[in-house]
């Protein structure tokens, strides 16, 4: 089918591409060429048909050549940009000056000129020559062959954004209905850090982030997201509208600062787009609206959640409840009296970026495989069972299909131990030294050989509840030890140890329950890239649920999860499980418990 699709006509394709570039059910498409050509199932399947979209699909979709991943380009197609039009204009939207910041290709530009008659100017900004060009001729092109009758006063800006003084835009603007519109770079300050590319504002810390947080990647954020605040700074007294196309994460860092940023804009709401479809990227993303008159902000910090094939329909609000940044206003108001402080501290399991040297399997013979495929006789006393987030698919895990070497006990102890207590580990360690020197992160600098993280006495611990934190899935999984010895956990889970199974057993019950997971859906973001972290975790107020639980409600939620677990709990041993810990301080020492529900005191 490919190579009869490469002799078919251009104006052929464009015709498919109007008829049928926008169906995704090959029957429909049939039913379509059926009306064209009398042709009878055209496609044979859905396979034929998808074919023939790859091919019906524009260039300008795809991002172009390497060279421009700095510039995050993802040009919006026509077909997106008139349809955004339509729907802003739906939206009762009519702006007389528009103003976009990257124009790229025109997109938008040329949308704005095809369906609105009121715009007096348009002004555009786009570093990219070729493409400034290309939007040139294709206004001139829509003018010349078009019957438009509006002729607004076009200024276009071969510029980067980053250095462009806005001063004279803004003045001009003031007076005016600004439309701030266009779809910003698509790239993170990080990719640019590794591409070695300037591409960002001269003052990149726009958000005044600490060097933790720049490490623990609390930094990395979009340059999407600069764009977006340079424009909310550039037209503060501005009235009219911005509508962004970006990713979901990016609306939700804008709304989550929206309380200290003071950006003085109101009606917020993102309308999910097919990302897949329209940029072939595995993202997702949203139109962002908001109205910039500062009359008319929203003290309330929240954003409307919707799509945009069905734009009336409101799916949920996130954003600002009492202090707390919540992914479900409504699902959280019936749950917030969970919110509070989880009594335990949440841990992330093990870090070592060098799976291939301490990751192992076992092989029949009980000797160890690592992942490059090398078979290695070494000393189990530092191998231990290792879970990763793909294994927590059960309530309780009892298969084990990978080991980790586990060099230490504590971040920072000394491992020269290993030479003469295990002299074969320290042999294939040693062997292998050059993949530890490799290791990039700067956790690792001047630390002992073969260093670990995530690691402490806690990891030691024999009973676990844990969740991975980059799955969507929200249940707990109970780990119990295998052989006698506890198992680990990888850095994409989050665990709690216990020493006694009654109380684990407990925990994991409360954790899955209703309350619980109500309200891990109130405040967890599902596409987010981690949607469970410490954070969220540490919000859990695991004793106030269970005040509220009664033993027959417990034993119910453990019946559910595996029954075979009822046999480690009875009505005393939660009456002392609940009694037990009130000011109990966490066996670490570094939080106290806040388990407190016996005496009536809320958290
Ligand atoms: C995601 S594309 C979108 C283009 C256009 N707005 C659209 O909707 O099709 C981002 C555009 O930003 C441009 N760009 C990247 N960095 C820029 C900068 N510093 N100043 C101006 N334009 C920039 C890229 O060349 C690219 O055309």
């Given at each position: 089918m490919q190579s009869a699709i490469k002799n078919i006509q251009h104006a052929t394709l464009d015709l498919l591409t109007d008829r049928i570039g926008r169906i995704t059910d090959y029957r429909e498409a049939n039913k379509i060429l059926y009306g064209l050509s009398g042709i009878n199932s055209f496609f044979r399947h859905?396979?034929?048909?998808?074919?023939?979209?790859?091919?019906?699909k524009p260039s300008y979709v795809v991002c172009e050549g390497s060279d421009r991943r700095e510039y995050g380009d993802y040009q919006t197609p026509p077909e997106l940009s008139d349809s955004i039009w339509l729907h802003l204009k739906a939206e009762g939207i009519s702006p007389d000056v528009i103003i976009e910041p990257t124009f790229g290709k025109g997109s938008f530009i040329i949308s704005s000129l095809k369906y609105f008659q009121e715009i007096r100017k348009i002004y555009g900004i786009e570093i990219h020559e070729p493409y400034y060009w290309q939007t040139k001729f294709a206004i001139l092109e829509l003018f010349i062959h078009?019957?438009?009758?509006?002729?607004?006063?076009?200024?276009?800006?071969?510029?980067?954004?980053?250095?462009?003084?806005?001063?004279?835009?803004t003045a001009s603007s003031e007076d005016g209905d600004i439309l701030i519109l266009g779809n910003p770079p698509w790239v993170t300050n990080s990719e640019l850090g590794s591409?070695?590319?300037?591409?960002?504002?001269?003052k990149s810390n726009l958000k005044s982030l600490n060097g933790l947080d720049a490490i623990t990647g609390k930094g990395n954020f979009d340059i999407c997201e600069y764009v977006i605040l340079m424009m909310l700074k550039s037209f503060p007294k501005c009235k009219g509208h911005l509508a962004m196309l970006t990713?979901?994460?990016?609306i939700r860092n804008l709304i989550y600062d929206l309380p200290s940023m003071k950006y003085g804009i109101g009606s917020m709401t993102a309308f999910k787009i097919d990302a897949k479809k329209y940029f072939n990227a595995a993202v997702e993303a949203s139109l962002f609206k908001?109205?910039?008159?500062?009359?008319?902000?929203d003290i309330s910090c929240r954003c409307k959640v919707s799509s945009f094939i069905s734009p009336q329909s409101i799916k949920n609000t996130f954003g600002w409840v009492n202090g707390k940044f919540v992914s479900d206003t409504v699902l959280y108001e019936h749950n917030k009296k969970y919110d509070g402080v989880s009594p335990f501290i949440w841990r992330q399991g093990i870090k070592h970026d060098c799976s291939n040297v301490m990751e192992l399997e076992m092989l029949p013979n009980s000797k160890?495989?690592?992942?490059?495929?090398?078979e290695t006789d070494i000393e189990d006393e530092l191998i231990y069972g290792l879970i990763k987030s793909s294994d927590l698919n059960s309530p309780v895990i009892t298969q084990l299909r990978k080991y980790v070497i586990v060099t230490q006990r504590m971040i920072g102890e000394s491992t020269t131990y290993i030479e003469y207590k295990f002299p074969k580990l320290h042999q294939y360690l040693t062997e292998n030294k050059h993949h530890f020197d490799q290791r990039k992160s700067s956790i690792y600098k001047n630390k002992p050989l073969f260093s670990i993280f995530g690691v402490g006495e806690y990891s030691f611990k024999p009973y676990k509840v844990a969740i991975s934190g980059l799955y969507k899935r929200s249940t707990f999984s109970l780990i119990l030890p295998v052989n006698g010895k506890p198992l680990m956990l990888d850095d994409t889970c989050y665990h709690l140890g216990f020493d006694n199974i009654t109380e684990t057993v407990f925990v994991w019950a409360i954790l899955n329950s209703v309350h619980v997971q109500e309200l891990l859906a109130a405040i967890t973001f599902l596409d987010a890239k981690r949607p469970y972290t410490k954070d969220v975790l540490m919000r859990l107020d695991i004793n106030q649920v269970a005040c509220d639980m009664t033993y027959e409600e417990i034993a119910a939620q453990i019946e559910s999860l595996d029954k075979a677990?009822?046999?480690?709990?009875?009505?005393?041993?939660?009456?002392?499980?609940?009694?037990?810990?009130?000011?109990?301080?966490?066996?670490?020492?570094?939080?106290p418990s806040l388990f407190a529900c016996q005496k009536g005191v809320g958290v």
């Open positions: 859905q396979e034929d048909f998808s074919t023939m979209l790859e091919f019906l078009g019957s438009l009758i509006n002729k607004p006063d076009i200024y276009l800006y071969h510029d980067n954004i980053f250095k462009f003084d806005f001063k004279e835009i591409l070695n590319s300037g591409n960002l504002p001269e990713k979901n994460s990016v908001c109205s910039l008159d500062g009359n008319d902000k160890y495989r690592n992942g490059f495929g090398q677990m009822l046999v480690n709990v009875n009505e005393n041993k939660w009456i002392t499980f609940r009694e037990q810990f009130t000011n109990v301080k966490d066996k670490e020492g570094d939080q």
